[in-house]
């Protein structure tokens, strides 16, 4: 389905990333990672400006067009008390102005009917407390999807994805972690990968600036104190 288009993905050193990096490479595409971890891919910093501009200038030295672009790099994850302001600049280069400026250089580059997927997170609509680097982010994302569908398209589709908790060390929960989950487990990366092929298909050819949420159910159940095996505690 994906023999020799051409792929960029932010953050495919580990984790998400990675599931998605072999994904597409299984089925004959040709991958472009960048990580800020050393390794046997584009190494640079999605927060300068310039190692942005390197990297799609390192693709383009390679490829002629670009068919798929997925902005999956996760921003610092810091709350209000401990969050400067530096570092909440950095989180939310990285987690918007990255996606954006690389959505932008390679605009001119896009074949017909290429797809942008954003990472974002079901932290876009709900938090905990010491989270405000990352909610910021993933919200920004999630706006920023739609705005480039409309822009971007008919030639590019852009939907982003938002995954719940997903574990990427190969850790199996059981007992309560997985019970709360309505799915009956903690998800994986093959689960936010295969909605990735899928979105980037033909098959899904009428979806765009869509968000589609992956988290098992989590954010579509309705929690009260002393229900349901609930206990509210402070």
Known sequence: ?????????????????????????????????????????????????????????????????????????????????????????????????????????????????????????????????QSESYASSKGGISALTHALAISLGPKVRVNSIAPGWIETQGNVYTGPDAHQQPVGRVGNPKDISEMVLFLCSDKAGFITGENITIDGGMTKLMIYHEEHGWKYEK
Do not use: W
């Open 1 to 129: 389905m994906f023999q020799n288009k051409v792929v960029l993905i932010t953050g495919g050193a580990q984790g998400i990333g990675k599931q998605i990096q072999e994904d597409f490479v299984s089925q004959g595409a040709h991958v472009y990672v960048i990580d800020s971890q050393p390794g046997n891919y584009f190494v640079g910093d999605l927060s300068r400006k310039e190692d942005c501009e390197k990297f799609i200038d390192y693709v383009l030295s390679k490829e002629d067009h670009i068919d798929i672009l997925i902005n999956n790099a996760p921003p610092l994850f810091k709350g209000i008390d401990s969050c400067s302001y530096e570092e909440y600049e950095q989180a939310l280069k990285v987690g918007v102005m990255a996606p954006f400026y690389l959505s932008k250089l390679c605009k001119p580059y896009f074949s017909e009917g290429s797809s942008i997927i954003n990472m974002t997170s079901t932290r876009a609509i709900m938090s905990m407390p």
